[in-house]
């Protein structure tokens, strides 16, 4: 699968997975909060006043759905996270504590205990709209 290539694309991924999570069937949501809970890095964005995070390994990849990323035998955070960087013209995503604290709360909005780490035990890193 392509990488996001423009704003336009990413958009589009961040409203696909707004749509999983609150309007998807039941499945959706579930697969939807087990990307959240399992991200490494993640976008940070405002919807509806509250702060919300989009893995990159979903969102970086244009016209993503969740039947697609599961048949990208290739996905991987490490091709997405300099896409999204391109775009947001900044450096790849880095921890923040701040954002760790609103990923929690935002997790348990969700009804996620998120894990101490992100996937293979490394720190949750953060890029912020």
Request: charged residues 25%; glycine residues 8%.
């Amino acid at each position: 699968m392509k990488t996001v290539a423009t704003l336009e694309h990413l958009t589009a991924n961040l409203k696909k997975l707004e749509h999983y999570i609150q309007a998807g069937s039941t499945d959706e949501q579930q697969e939807a909060r087990r990307f959240i809970e399992q991200g490494t890095c993640f976008l940070a964005y405002h919807d509806g006043g509250q702060m919300r995070f989009a893995p990159s390994r979903f969102i970086g990849y244009q016209n993503n759905t969740f039947d697609k990323h599961s048949s990208n035998a290739e996905r991987d955070g490490r091709v997405t996270n300099p896409a999204i960087s391109r775009l947001l013209k900044t450096s790849l995503p880095l921890p923040d504590g701040e954002l760790e604290e609103q990923y929690q709360q935002y997790c348990h909005s969700l009804g996620i205990t998120p894990r101490p780490k992100g996937s293979f035990g490394v720190s949750r890193k953060y890029w912020k709209l």
